[in-house]
Each structure stands twice: as C-alpha cells, then as structure tokens.
C-alpha cells in the first residue's frame, strides 16, 4: 500500500492532484486510516506491533506528501513568476497628449517680442458696453459704424441698456486710460465677437490691441514697431508688407497693414503671390477719444493698433481656412503638428 500511495504522489502533476491523493490515504475514511480501524479487531499481542507499523507507513506518506508539496508549490511559484512577469524595458503605450492651440501659441509669441519692446499687458472683460466699445472710441451716435461690426448684442436690460460682445480689443484702450495717468506703453490680447464667417473670418477671433501714449509720439514709431514685429515674428525677411490709409473712428490718421501671400487650393504661403491679407488696424488716437478719457490731447500723443492673431497664424504656419482653426478637429491639429 505504501508503494501504491507514493506511486500516486509522484504522479500528482498539480496541488489539487497532490490534495486528492492525501485524502485518500490519510483522510477520515482514507486507506491509512481504514487499516488502523482494523486495529480493535486484531488479538492484543499483534496489535501494539502492527499499530506502529501502520504509524510508520503514516509518518512516511506524510513526509512524501510534504516533500510532493513543496516541490509542487516551487514549480507553482516559479510558472506564476514567469507568467506575470513585468518588462521594464518595453515602451509604454502611446498616449494621447494635450497641446497648446495654434492661436495660444502665436499669442505667446506675439506678447513675447512685444514685452522685449517694452509693452505691458493690459486686459479686460469680453462682455462690454456701448460706451466702452463705441462711444468713448468716437463712434457717433447711430453712425453705420456701429453696424460695421456685426455687433453680437444681449437682450436689454432692466435700465435699458444693451451689453454685449466686444468687437474689438479697443474697449481696453479706454478702460486703462481712465484708470491710469499717462504715459502708457501696453498690449491687451484678447477675444473679440462679430458675427462673420468666411475663409478669412470666424465669429470669435482674437486680437492683440496696442496703445503708445506719451508728449512725443508719432507715426514714426508706430512703423517701426509694425516694421520689428513683423520681422521678429515671421522670423523671415520675405515678407512683403504694405501700409494703407483706411478710416477707423478712434484714430486719425488712420492705416491698415496687409501680407502679400498666395492660396494653392489647399496651400497658403507667404513672401509672393497675388492677394493681400490685412493683419492689422492702426493710426494716431483721436483728440476726442483722449479726452473722453481725461488726457489733454494738447499734452499727450499716440498711437493704437489692433492685430489680427489668428491670421497671423494663418499666414505663419500657412493654415488656407481660418474656420478651422476652430473646428476642434484633432486631425487638423495633429496634420499642422499642434498636439503631442
Ligand atoms: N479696433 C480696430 C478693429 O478691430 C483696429 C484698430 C485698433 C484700429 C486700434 C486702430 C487702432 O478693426
């Protein structure tokens, strides 16, 4: 029997096999403990031999046993091991990663080479006023002006009166002025609303507004900086710039810089081409305007000027639709390299 039951642990393959064979042998109703109940029926003489006997084939199945199971669990251990093993030197799982958005980054950059001029950053709320927005920027009263903007307007309030959304970072130029003493040196980045779409216009645009205030200033230095700007920011010197006389209520005289490029069905690139894109608005701040905010046009000079962020942009990284500049398309920004 002693020979049988080892047999049976050498062949047990797994702890579940191994605890098959210990109840067999050495379970209540096993065959180790079948022959020691046969004990009682053998004459007293025999008994005390054999019981030992019986004992000594017990203590040795158990040491097979145990011996069996410690073999069994190494084996166990070491597959478990092997199976759940973790490579440190395989790469991770690509994931996903956030970017910067086109605009955000041309903003930084611009705000940048500004800063170096000297400009501090001024801001101001998207939500505005008539007089912020139009009436201390010498828009008249019911001037076609006004609707010029395609102005996004809420409903009116308790007094009557309509907020809305700037359509211009020019409201800031009038909330820093008559919150300050001059002399003033700053840019206001910012978002701005009109309600047109197309390939050059989206609803929501951004804008970086910039305001020279001091006894001295003139067209001169309003050049230069565009002239140091463009050439910092383009990082290029093909650009080809012209400066246009135009009409802003808000500033007299008046200019509006373009960047000569061309569009190839789905290609945008500057330096040649047949089409001007207008990036900016600018001109010497109106008496008028100074002096809705305090300042003594006859003391104090300067000039104003608000950029087109999203289409430089467009015309850095030659991005031919403005509209998807917003779209959200993750393809989009993967295909001009804006996210990780
Ligand atoms: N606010 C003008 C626009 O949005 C741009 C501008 C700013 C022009 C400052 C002159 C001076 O069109």
């Given at each position: 029997l002693q020979t049988e039951i080892e047999a049976e642990i050498a062949a047990a393959s797994d702890l579940t096999a191994l605890d098959a064979v210990r109840v067999s042998a050495l379970g209540k109703t096993g065959r180790i403990s079948g022959l020691l109940k046969t004990l009682g029926a053998l004459p007293p003489e025999e008994r005390k031999a054999t019981g030992a006997a019986i004992n000594a084939v017990r203590d040795q199945v158990q040491a097979a046993l145990d011996a069996r199971k410690d073999v069994l669990e190494a084996e166990h251990l070491t597959k478990r091991l092997e199976s759940e093993r973790v490579d440190l030197s395989l790469p991770s799982a690509p994931r996903a990663k956030g970017g910067v958005h086109p605009t955000m980054q041309v903003m930084d950059e611009m705000i940048a080479i500004f800063a170096d001029m000297g400009f501090e950053v001024a801001e101001g709320p998207d939500i505005e006023d008539d007089f912020?927005?139009?009436?201390?920027?010498?828009?008249?009263?019911?001037?076609?002006?006004?609707?010029?903007?395609?102005?996004?307007?809420?409903?009116?309030?308790?007094?009557?009166?309509?907020?809305?959304?700037?359509?211009?970072?020019?409201?800031?130029?009038?909330?820093?002025?008559?919150?300050?003493?001059?002399?003033?040196?700053?840019?206001?980045?910012?978002?701005?609303?009109?309600?047109?779409?197309?390939?050059?216009?989206?609803?929501?645009?951004?804008?970086?507004?910039?305001?020279?205030?001091?006894?001295?200033?003139?067209?001169?230095?309003?050049?230069?900086?565009?002239?140091?700007?463009?050439?910092?920011?383009?990082?290029?010197?093909?650009?080809?710039?012209?400066?246009?006389?135009?009409?802003?209520?808000?500033?007299?005289?008046?200019?509006?810089?373009?960047?000569?490029?061309?569009?190839?069905?789905n290609e945008l690139k500057i330096g040649d081409g047949d089409k001007w894109m207008e990036i900016l608005g600018s001109g010497m701040v109106h008496p008028n305007v100074l002096t809705a905010c305090g300042i003594d046009p006859n003391e104090y000079q300067g000039f104003a000027f608000g950029m087109g962020v999203d289409r430089l942009a467009m015309l850095k990284y030659g991005v031919p639709d403005l509209r998807d500049m917003f779209a959200a398309d993750t393809r989009w920004l993967n295909h001009y390299g804006f996210s990780g």
């Open positions: 912020h927005n139009f009436t201390a920027l010498n828009f008249p009263e019911k001037h076609p002006a006004r609707e010029m903007h395609d102005t996004f307007f809420f409903n009116p309030g308790a007094d009557g009166t309509r907020k809305l959304l700037r359509t211009h970072t020019s409201p800031v130029q009038i909330r820093t002025m008559i919150s300050g003493k001059p002399p003033f040196r700053l840019i206001v980045p910012g978002r701005v609303f009109r309600n047109d779409s197309d390939q050059t216009h989206t609803p929501m645009f951004h804008q970086i507004e910039g305001l020279v205030i001091d006894k001295t200033i003139h067209m001169g230095h309003l050049k230069w900086v565009f002239d140091t700007f463009i050439a910092r920011f383009f990082e290029t010197d093909k650009v080809i710039t012209q400066f246009r006389p135009h009409h802003f209520p808000f500033t007299e005289p008046s200019a509006e810089m373009d960047v000569r490029y061309t569009r190839n069905g």
